[in-house]
């Protein structure tokens, strides 16, 4: 397997279903007890902000209850080895981007992942900006310990710019391989990274149960169940990179 010298992840909703985090678009999917419409936007937030509370509410309860799955800790593995934190040391940097709003990455042990589309443990004053935990509840009636603004959920609705773009971009036009995982890529700008690093010169890879909308812009395409897949990636990875090394 070819020595890369800096391998960019970009996960979605799919990653975390196996842990029981219902998907969007999936049959039963979290779309569908709500119309996006009426909850992720920010004119939902203006029209009706008690349900838009309630809705991170009980997301940020089912969350919490969750576990990191054989994938979140799978890459949580290549992050140590990415960062000489155990004994598969390698010379190759990983970024980790999601989509995902949960924090199984982090407990899974990749402890810098960029939340393009925010975090649920987290809120924001609408006024100042200030970020802040939000390990319980958050109502209409919260306010912002800075200001006294109101506060909203820390993440990024339809119409929004997703969090850290310039940083994303940069690494996207760095990376040598480009790995998708458990996406449908039907959200943008996240289903336009694999065809900007492909013009960067980056090999790609789709991990997913199935074929996506954009599958065909990638190098490979793996199908099969994450909890399976991305474990065998890792582990294959991890063993080529050491015998090379030894050569
Ligand atoms: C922006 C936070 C400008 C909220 C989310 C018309 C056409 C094209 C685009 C647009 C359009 N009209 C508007 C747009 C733009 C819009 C958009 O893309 N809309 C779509 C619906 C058409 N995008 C935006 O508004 C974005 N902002 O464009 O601003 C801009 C652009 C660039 C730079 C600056 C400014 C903001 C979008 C963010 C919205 N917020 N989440 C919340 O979570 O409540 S999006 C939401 O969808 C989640 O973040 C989720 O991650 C994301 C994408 O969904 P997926 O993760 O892919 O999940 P999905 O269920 O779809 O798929 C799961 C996949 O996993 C499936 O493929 C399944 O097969 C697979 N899977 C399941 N289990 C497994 C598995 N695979 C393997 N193993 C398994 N076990
Ligand atoms: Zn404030």
Known sequence: MTQYKHIFILTGAGISA?????????????????NVEEVATPYAFEDNPNLVHNFYNDRRDDIR????????????????????????EIDTQITLVTQ???????????????HMHGEIFKKRCVDCWNVEDSNGD???GDLCSNCNGKIRPHIVWFGESPFDMVGINRCLKKCDLFIS???????????EFVEIAHRH?????????????ISQHFD??????????????????LQDYEETDVE
């Open 18 to 34: 196996p842990s029981g985090i219902q998907t969007f678009r999936g049959s039963n999917g979290l779309w569908n007890g709500y």
């Open 65 to 88: 209850a969750k576990k990191p799955n054989a994938a979140h800790l799978a890459l949580g593995e290549l992050f140590e080895a990415s960062k000489g934190m155990c004994e598969n």
């Open 100 to 114: 995902n709003i949960d924090d199984l990455h982090e407990r899974g042990g990749f402890e810098e992942t960029i």
């Open 138 to 140: 958050t109502s209409v």
């Open 181 to 191: 995982i458990g996406t449908s890529g039907q959200v943008a700008p996240a289903s």
């Open 201 to 213: 010169g980056a090999r790609t890879m789709e991990f997913n149960m199935e074929r996506t909308a």
């Open 220 to 237: 490979d395409v793996v199908v099969g169940d994450v909890v399976e897949t991305v474990p065998d990636w890792v582990s294959r990875f």
